[in-house]
């Protein structure tokens, strides 16, 4: 018993380290990229990149606010990622409630067409979807700039859709359509509340994604006003002079959002991975 005793201490110490190993790893570069934002560019190039701010600069906060103007960079980033997430999840679970459970011989040729899209880098295709944007009309536009943010999500989704949806017994379905249900109602009422943690999944890497995507907007976009975060604080960024001081601040700007919605909706984010990783 002594042996097993000092066996499990053992695994439970090693088990804390490793946990507190990752957590240190995992929280330092947030501290340090903090730290950085409260030094100016001439202090941070001529002291240890490692070293505390002997004062702190809050001016660098106020200056990369009004340099970058930040209150349309967030409220374009919101826009962007709260109409990307919807959208994608109703077409997503729509499509995928008809490739699991209403077959036909067209089918197949359409389900893999979108798995096929999930092979497909953006790099590869960054030409082609300029092209065809500019061609249309929508060069510089909102719209120019959540279809291809939702045709980037949506292969995806529709993926795990289609295989949580699989799983819901097909005698739910019949009998609703016994009782004379449309298969709107039916996926309204029925499938939509049963997908719900694969849903949960889909709008986490949706948001995340939407929110720190770069290169389509960057080459869809030319004005400021539609621009999201990413491609403003890229702006203190140049080929020969950074503004280290500046830029530091402004990706805590641009990462405070996500922080504050991981705190808010963690609880849902770890059920909403976990079942739909389970699930799907």
């Known amino acids: 018993m002594?042996?097993?005793?000092k066996t499990n201490v053992s695994s439970l110490i090693i088990m804390y380290f490793i946990v507190i190993l990752f957590t240190i790893l995992a929280v330092y570069p947030i501290f340090w990229l903090v730290a950085n934002s409260f030094k100016t560019t001439q202090e941070y190039m001529l002291t240890s990149k490692l070293s505390l701010p002997t004062r702190l600069f809050f001016n660098n906060y106020p200056i990369a606010w009004r340099d970058a103007?930040?209150?349309?960079?967030?409220?374009?980033?919101?826009?962007?990622?709260?109409?990307?997430?919807?959208?994608i999840i109703i077409l997503s679970f729509m499509a995928g409630f008809a490739f699991a459970k209403l077959p036909s011989k067209i089918t197949p040729i359409l389900h893999g067409s979108f798995i096929i899209g999930i092979l497909i880098t953006l790099q590869c295709i960054m030409v082609p979807l300029f092209l065809m944007i500019r061609t249309v009309g929508l060069f510089n536009t909102r719209l120019g700039v959540l279809i291809p943010y939702i045709g980037i999500g949506l292969p995806m989704a529709v993926y795990l859709g289609t295989e949580y949806i699989k799983s819901i017994p097909n005698e739910v379905i019949e009998s609703a359509r016994i009782d004379g249900a449309k298969y709107l109602h039916i996926f309204r009422t029925i499938i939509m509340p049963m997908a719900a943690p694969v849903a949960t999944t889909v709008a986490i890497l949706t948001v995340t994604g939407t929110w720190n995507e770069f290169m389509p907007i960057n080459?869809?976009?030319?004005?400021?006003?539609?621009?999201?975060?990413?491609?403003?604080?890229n702006m203190f960024s140049g080929a020969l002079a950074t503004d280290y001081g500046k830029q530091f601040a402004a990706l805590v700007i641009g990462m405070t959002p996500m922080i504050i919605f991981y705190v808010i909706f963690r609880k849902q984010i770890t059920k909403g991975v976990s079942a739909g990783a389970v699930k799907g």
């Open 219 to 233: 080459i869809l976009v030319s004005s400021d006003r539609f621009k999201s975060l990413p491609v403003g604080i």
């Open 69 to 87: 103007n930040f209150s349309v960079l967030i409220f374009n980033s919101i826009l962007y990622t709260f109409v990307t997430v919807a959208t």
């Open 2 to 5: 002594a042996d097993i005793r």
